[in-house]
């Protein structure tokens, strides 16, 4: 998972930073953590994060207009952190996870923490360089693998469809036909025979057919929130 915690006081920064790398490693889960001290930092790299930890009261523009633009663009998932809990009522809208007082902000977080990993699915790192929230769609070649990214760009890993499907079990990947993985979050539209991921369509198998409908379906309702 990606994070970008955004506040103007370096130390809060750094203790929000703690708190989530605790998090994270107690859970096992893959995460990258950058910083910003305004709304601009974090709206410049917003598009590559999962989720934007904000505080509300920023110099310049604040937390609340940055959501407020961001809503229009990228699905980040945002959580709100702020001193001023008169301020709740405006922060929240689509995306938006909740709200975190900074006096309470250990039992709080970790709870958001959770919940966004559950939402997102958890990231495995293939070949410890690849992450799989960032992989599309993955084709059987023999005794490798095609990952197909986001970006477009492809790789090749060494293993067969089978042992990289039961590795990314718990990552929101569902097998459509004996060559294929397909990534639920990228799923655009699903037909009898046939499904359109980021806009390519694959053939999906009587065999998989009922456990991608059922696979789906929980995927859906894990998302409602988000969506």
Same mark, same amino acid.
């Given at each position: 998972?990606?994070?970008?915690?955004?506040?103007?006081?370096?130390?809060?920064?750094?203790?929000?930073?703690?708190?989530?790398?605790?998090?994270?490693?107690?859970?096992?889960?893959?995460?990258?953590?950058?910083?910003?001290?305004?709304?601009?930092?974090?709206?410049?790299?917003?598009?590559?994060?999962?989720? $934007?930890?904000?505080?509300?009261?920023?110099?310049?523009?604040?937390?609340?207009? #940055? *959501? !407020?633009?961001? /809503?229009?663009?990228?699905?980040?998932?945002?959580?709100?952190?702020?001193?001023?809990?008169?301020?709740?009522?405006?922060?929240?809208?689509?995306?938006?996870?909740?709200?975190?007082?900074?006096?309470?902000?250990?039992?709080?977080?970790?709870?958001?923490?959770?919940?966004?990993?559950?939402?997102?699915?958890?990231?495995?790192?293939?070949?410890?360089?690849?992450?799989?929230?960032?992989?599309?769609?993955?084709?059987?070649?023999?005794?490798?693998?095609? $990952?197909?990214?986001?970006?477009?760009?492809?790789?090749?890993?060494?293993?067969? #469809? *089978? !042992?990289?499907? /039961?590795?990314?079990?718990?990552?929101?990947?569902?097998?459509?036909?004996?060559?294929?993985?397909?990534?639920?979050?990228?799923?655009?539209?699903?037909?009898?025979?046939?499904?359109?991921?980021?806009?390519?369509?694959?053939?999906?198998?009587?065999?998989?057919?009922?456990?991608?409908?059922?696979?789906?379906?929980?995927?859906?309702?894990?998302?409602?929130?988000?969506?």
């Amino acid at each position: 998972m990606r994070i970008c915690i955004c506040d103007d006081e370096v130390r809060d920064r750094e203790s929000i930073g703690k708190h989530c790398e605790d998090f994270f490693r107690k859970k096992g889960v893959t995460y990258e953590i950058s910083m910003a001290g305004d709304a601009k930092g974090a709206l410049e790299i917003a598009e590559r994060m999962d989720l $934007l930890v904000l505080d509300i009261e920023l110099p310049g523009m604040d937390g609340i207009t #940055l *959501k !407020n633009q961001m /809503q229009r663009s990228k699905q980040c998932m945002i959580l709100f952190v702020t001193s001023h809990d008169e301020m709740m009522p405006e922060a929240f809208g689509m995306n938006v996870l909740g709200f975190v007082e900074k006096r309470n902000l250990s039992f709080k977080l970790y709870r958001y923490l959770t919940q966004a990993v559950n939402m997102m699915g958890r990231d495995i790192l293939i070949d410890d360089k690849y992450h799989s929230q960032d992989i599309v769609m993955i084709h059987s070649e023999r005794e490798y693998c095609c $990952l197909y990214f986001e970006d477009g760009m492809t790789a090749l890993v060494r293993s067969s #469809l *089978k !042992n990289m499907e /039961q590795k990314l079990e718990e990552s929101d990947f569902v097998r459509v036909s004996r060559a294929w993985l397909v990534h639920m979050k990228y799923l655009e539209r699903i037909e009898k025979k046939e499904v359109c991921v980021a806009g390519r369509w694959l053939p999906v198998t009587r065999g998989c057919r009922e456990l991608l409908y059922k696979a789906y379906e929980r995927y859906c309702e894990r998302n409602a929130r988000y969506y």
